[in-house]
């Protein structure tokens, strides 16, 4: 096994129309720094440019409709005002020479009518999704209409055409992890009994049908796509294994003849049949990460992509801690730790106050945000 100082991690990679000097990606965070209103601030800019040594940035979940908007201070892309925010944020990438995509997440039923502000909550089916802290109940639940579907399919374009007029080099649509597209593919949120439910393959459809007129919009060398198969969070339950090689199958058959950018795949066995199999389905490069159970480390990455299971990995927390972290795992330099306690807190304090590695080492062995 190559030692990550002569991994290929260290090698650069196509992704559709963009370039990436290493294959390290700045997985995308939900961080909660946006202004109340949902535009992005001059203190995300400098958060994204702090890491710009990976060799994609992909932005926090961001909502394409206010329907979607799953979390306060969650930022958008549905308005000029928040299109600006982001020029500043993406500016501030470019100038470091690194690609940016700005992530479409649509919460659908993993939020509520506070938090919209459209007193309504849309998802597959009329479900309420209630998590254990009962933050996301809903009880304002209502299953979209097909008229809804087609709206739905418009706002995704709108926000890929914003993301593109803001200097994002393309958008990934978040299709894992419990929100709305995710909602769609698994059994336990889809009760629909129209062209949109019941079989895996009209599971798949709407998720589909989004990445499609999106690549039709922007083009589909602009466009990669999250999925996590089986991952069982936030209710979007997919329990048969069968189930979920055919539906994760009928949804990459479907996308093959777009020729997506990239698969972006959370899945604990990255080696597995499913998740290599899905991948040959998709015909597209894959970014891999293995999800929440065990944080990304250094070892892990480069086993990922010295053994072929991936082309690229995706970095979550390590990255919040260590805003330089490609360099320090490419010199071997020791890391910090993030505070969990500040990661949806707002302000600076755990967000762009975590030091880089020209600072003292004391500060970085303490593994704590230098203030
Ligand atoms: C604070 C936080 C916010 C996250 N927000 C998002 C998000 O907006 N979109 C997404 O696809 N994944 C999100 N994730 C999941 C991460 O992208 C990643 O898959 C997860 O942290 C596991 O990778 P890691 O072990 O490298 O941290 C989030 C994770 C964390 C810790």
Redesign the pocket.
């Known amino acids: 096994m190559s030692t990550p100082t002569t991994s290929r991690l260290w090698q650069p990679l196509g992704l559709g129309a963009v370039k990436l000097e290493n294959r390290l990606v700045l997985?995308?965070?939900?961080?909660r720094r946006a202004a109340a209103n949902g535009t992005p601030t001059p203190l995300m800019a400098e958060y994204y440019a702090q890491r710009a040594g990976f060799g994609l940035v992909v932005t926090?979940?961001v909502y394409p409709s206010r329907e979607g908007r799953g979390y306060p201070n969650q930022p958008g892309l549905v308005d000029d005002e928040q299109e600006h925010g982001w020029a500043a944020v993406t500016a501030a990438v470019h100038a470091h020479g690194t690609p940016i995509f700005a992530?479409l997440?649509h919460a659908g039923r993993v939020t509520n009518p506070e938090v919209t502000g459209t007193g309504t909550v849309l998802a597959p089916s009329a479900i309420p999704f209630e998590d254990h802290h009962g933050h996301h109940s809903a009880q304002g639940t209502t299953a979209a209409t097909s008229q809804d579907i087609a709206q739905l399919v418009q706002a995704h374009v709108e926000a890929a055409r914003r993301a593109r007029r803001a200097g994002f080099d393309g958008i990934e649509l978040?299709a894992?992890?419990g929100y709305l597209l995710q909602q769609f593919l698994a059994p336990a949120s889809n009760h629909r009994t129209d062209g949109y439910g019941g079989t895996p393959h009209r599971r798949a459809r709407f998720v589909v049908e989004v990445a499609e007129a999106v690549a039709d919009a922007i083009g589909a060398d602009r466009v990669g796509i999250?999925v996590s198969p089986g991952a069982n969070v936030q209710g979007a339950l997919e329990l048969d294994e069968q189930d979920v090689s055919a539906t994760y199958a009928a949804l990459f058959d479907g996308l093959r003849q777009c020729s997506l950018a990239y698969v972006?795949m959370?899945h604990a066995e990255a080696g597995s049949a499913l998740v290599q199999d899905l991948r040959r389905i998709s015909g597209s490069p894959m970014i891999v990460?293995?999800?929440?159970s065990?944080?990304?480390d250094r070892k892990t990455a480069a086993d990922l992509v010295d053994t072929g299971q991936a082309d690229a990995v995706?970095?979550?927390?390590?990255?919040?801690a260590n805003p330089d972290l490609p360099r320090r795992w490419q010199a071997d330099r020791p890391e910090a730790s993030?505070d969990q306690a500040t990661?949806?807190t707002g302000g600076a304090t755990g967000y762009t106050d975590y030091p880089i590695d020209d600072a003292p080492q004391e500060s970085l062995a303490a593994g704590r945000p230098h203030r």
Not at 27 to 31: A, C, K, Q, V, Y
Request: hydrophobic letters at 40%; aromatic letters at 10%; zero cysteines.
């Open positions: 997985s995308p965070m939900t961080r926090e979940g992530q997440m978040h894992a992890n999250r972006s959370i990460n293995t999800g929440f065990a944080v990304t995706a970095v979550g927390r390590a990255a919040i993030p990661f949806y």
